[in-house]
């Protein structure tokens, strides 16, 4: 079992940062993908950026050139950089990483972006 913590949320104003990470604790096993998920007030949970073994990265399209995905040293660690942030971005951003067909979620981190 993996277990994922976020951690880097807040409320920033528009054009502001902030950078999310994720640690994990419990199994040794190397997830892949390991990605950010979001999901807003209302809205169905959706695909930010994710980070492959062989190091393919997808962005949203709404996020390119504003957010970077980054895996740490240490394993099973994920970054997240946003920057210039925009009131659409509010939402609560959740670490994921996958491992055969079992799929590791973290509790979420809220991030507010205030225009």
């Known amino acids: 079992q993996v277990h994922l913590l976020e951690s880097g949320g807040g409320a920033v104003e528009a054009g502001g940062s902030l950078r999310l990470s994720c640690t994990s604790s419990g199994s040794n096993l190397r997830l892949n993908p390991m990605g950010w998920y979001r999901q807003a007030p209302g809205k169905e949970r959706e695909l930010v950026a994710d980070?492959?073994?062989?190091?393919?990265?997808n962005y949203r399209e709404s996020v390119k050139g504003r957010f970077t995905i980054a895996r740490g040293n240490g394993k099973n660690t994920l970054f997240l950089q946003m920057n210039n942030l925009k009131p659409e971005d509010t939402a609560v951003y959740y670490c994921?990483?996958?491992?055969?067909?079992?799929?590791?979620w973290g509790p979420g981190t809220q991030v507010t972006v205030s225009s």
């Open positions: 994921n990483g996958q491992w055969s067909v079992h799929n590791y």
């Open positions: 980070i492959w073994a062989d190091g393919r990265i």
